[in-house]
């Protein structure tokens, strides 16, 4: 999986704390984490970590400590890329006081935690269909409710598309979805590494459509275009 690049572009809070006990047990952030069916605490914490950073819209710090006393920063984003760091996360320097001047991002609503943690759920058993069914609907209920350009609703949006890569059986649909990320994100804001990622993933999937329906790979050669300055 991707690996997050511009580590200044990851914001220095929250720090979580994945804890495995001598005993296989996981905590994050001193609360308990049930495991997953088939999995390993270690891979239970860090789905858990990927729907918090889902929440938030961009990839967050860790540190993992095992049970040898062992600490290692790591930064996780929602489609599981997972960036290990060769210094410990800096400490973040104090902010001057300020006014609010919008609302933060509110927590992911339960009913739709339930449907992330079943994209999640059938990515780590393998099920990469089931996965990407439940990664739409969340998409769709997001968007309906929030709209397209809420952070949760783009990176639903993001999910689907990763996964769309992973299931390797329609480049243009992957082609499709990537370039809609990618242009979601850009009329949300400014370019920051996810969008430019999104833009550089789509020409990656249209490349593949080229080697299998020449035909289809350019009747979205001009939609592929409207993102290409996204890619640098």
């Not at 609010?100 to 449907?115: G, M, Q």
């Not at 082609?175 to 994100?185: K, S, W, Y």
Request: charged content about 20%; cysteine-free.
């Amino acid at each position: 999986m991707p690996v997050v690049t511009d580590l200044d572009s990851v914001p220095l809070t929250p720090v979580y704390t994945i804890v495995i006990s001598a005993t296989g047990e996981a905590t994050v952030d001193g609360e308990q984490v049930e495991n997953l069916p088939g999995q390993d605490a270690r891979t239970s914490a860090l789905a858990d970590i990927r729907v918090r950073a889902a929440r938030r819209g961009h990839p967050v710090r860790i540190n993992a400590k095992e049970p040898d006393g062992s600490v290692w920063p790591l930064i996780v984003d929602h489609d599981g890329a997972v960036t290990p760091l060769d210094a410990p996360h800096p400490a973040p320097e104090p902010a001057p006081p300020v006014i609010p001047t919008a609302r933060p991002l509110e927590p992911l609503a339960p009913h739709h935690t339930t449907v992330l943690g079943r994209v999640v759920a059938a990515e780590l058993r393998g099920d990469l269909a089931g996965a990407a069914a439940a990664a739409e609907e969340l998409e769709t209920a997001l968007t309906a409710e929030l709209g397209p350009f809420h952070p949760h609703a783009l990176g639903a949006l993001a999910t689907r598309a990763w996964l769309s890569l992973l299931l390797r059986d329609d480049w243009a649909a992957a082609t499709r979805l990537h370039l809609l990320t990618a242009e979601r994100r850009r009329q949300a804001g400014p370019p920051d590494p996810e969008t430019r990622r999104a833009a550089r993933n789509a020409h990656a999937a249209w490349a593949l459509l080229r080697t299998t329906d020449p035909a289809a790979a350019e009747a979205l050669r001009p939609e592929l275009g409207r993102v290409a300055h996204l890619t640098s």
